[in-house]
């Protein structure tokens, strides 16, 4: 199962055999008041600081979402993408719930994007794997549908196969089909940490897909909320994660690590790299 995305010039494979993908999360407004200003005024400033900075901690992908109060997403997102564009040549993860807005921006993408995402409510099939049949794109297919996002990993696992059984009656390929099965806060429900692992394990068994996964969300409301999320990512990629969405200049270590332990990491080379550019750093 090999999912590939490019822009005009890089390509990205994700496989349950190469290292580890990692989809830089940092070009979204939530929560950065100043990303979300600078946006709402049209200035692409620090969007392309923001792109510069994960590409050079580490992210293989970008993630771009424009989504602030009072942003008009389908002017927005392509100008965005553009900017982008301009500052890196790595692919792009395409990110928002407007299907107009995720076609303005197709339209201005140099390559094969990724799409954030789709997920198995009626209306989200309907509205977002058209456009990923059109464009030739990859899409997350994230476990949630009508009724929510499922309390047990079985139910996501169904949720899974649903989205992939739709796209492939479209003509999608399956291995354009990147699957996250959703972590939710561990500090509402203890369980929220295990359903999702146990979800992950089941779908890369019974569907074999490449997975992503925004593994912050576990540790909303907690103390220490980095080691709690670099905690949570190896055991996800133990499982069976190899795209997740995260901050790179936080993760690119637990990643780095964990693909070593995990047998992606020939003679250890990538990692023992890191460790000298970094003790380079230090000493400069």
């Given at each position: 199962?090999?999912?590939?995305?490019?822009?005009?010039?890089?390509?990205?494979?994700?496989?349950?055999?190469?290292?580890?993908?990692?989809?830089?999360?940092?070009?979204?407004?939530?929560?950065?008041?100043?990303?979300?200003?600078?946006?709402?005024?049209?200035?692409?400033?620090?969007?392309?600081?923001?792109?510069?900075?994960?590409?050079?901690?580490?992210?293989?992908?970008?993630?771009?979402?424009?989504?602030?109060?009072?942003?008009?997403?389908?002017?927005?997102?392509?100008?965005?993408?553009?900017?982008?564009?301009?500052?890196?040549?790595?692919?792009?993860?395409?990110?928002?719930?407007?299907?107009?807005?995720?076609?303005?921006?197709?339209?201005?993408?140099?390559?094969?994007?990724?799409?954030?995402?789709?997920?198995?409510?009626?209306?989200?099939?309907?509205?977002?794997?058209?456009?990923?049949?059109?464009?030739?794109?990859?899409?997350?297919?994230?476990?949630?549908?009508?009724?929510?996002?499922?309390?047990?990993a079985a139910e996501r696992v169904a949720v899974a196969k649903r989205i992939v059984e739709r796209a492939e009656s479209l003509?999608?390929?399956?291995?354009?089909?990147?699957?996250?099965?959703?972590?939710?806060?561990?500090?509402?429900?203890?369980?929220?940490?295990?359903?999702?692992?146990?979800?992950?394990?089941?779908?890369?068994?019974?569907?074999?897909?490449?997975?992503?996964?925004?593994?912050?969300?576990?540790?909303?409301?907690?103390?220490?909320?980095?080691?709690?999320?670099?905690?949570?990512?190896?055991?996800?990629?133990?499982?069976?994660?190899?795209?997740?969405?995260?901050?790179?200049?936080?993760?690119?270590?637990?990643?780095?690590?964990?693909?070593?332990?995990?047998?992606?990491?020939?003679?250890?080379?990538?990692?023992?790299?890191?460790?000298?550019?970094?003790?380079?750093?230090?000493?400069?």
């Amino acid at each position: 199962m090999r999912t590939v995305v490019h822009s005009a010039t890089k390509k990205v494979a994700i496989a349950p055999d190469l290292p580890t993908v990692i989809i830089g999360e940092r070009i979204n407004p939530t929560g950065k008041k100043l990303l979300a200003a600078s946006l709402a005024e049209g200035d692409m400033s620090r969007v392309r600081s923001l792109a510069k900075t994960q590409i050079e901690n580490g992210a293989h992908i970008l993630d771009v979402n424009v989504g602030a109060a009072g942003v008009d997403e389908v002017d927005l997102l392509p100008k965005a993408v553009k900017a982008v564009q301009e500052v890196t040549d790595v692919p792009l993860c395409l990110d928002s719930p407007n299907a107009t807005a995720l076609k303005a921006a197709l339209d201005v993408y140099d390559g094969k994007a990724l799409i954030n995402s789709v997920n198995g409510e009626e209306a989200s099939l309907n509205r977002v794997l058209p456009l990923v049949k059109e464009y030739g794109a990859a899409v997350i297919g994230l476990t949630m549908d009508d009724a929510g996002i499922p309390k047990t990993a079985a139910e996501r696992v169904a949720v899974a196969k649903r989205i992939v059984e739709r796209a492939e009656s479209l003509g999608i390929p399956r291995e354009d089909i990147l699957i996250d099965c959703l972590v939710l806060t561990v500090s509402a429900d203890q369980t929220a940490a295990k359903t999702t692992l146990d979800a992950i394990a089941g779908v890369r068994a019974e569907l074999g897909m490449n997975m992503s996964l925004g593994a912050s969300n576990v540790s909303f409301g907690l103390p220490d909320r980095e080691e709690v999320n670099s905690a949570f990512l190896a055991m996800a990629m133990a499982m069976g994660v190899n795209a997740p969405i995260v901050n790179p200049s936080h993760a690119l270590k637990t990643v780095l690590i964990s693909d070593l332990l995990l047998g992606k990491d020939e003679f250890g080379m990538t990692y023992v790299s890191y460790c000298r550019r970094m003790a380079r750093a230090q000493q400069s």
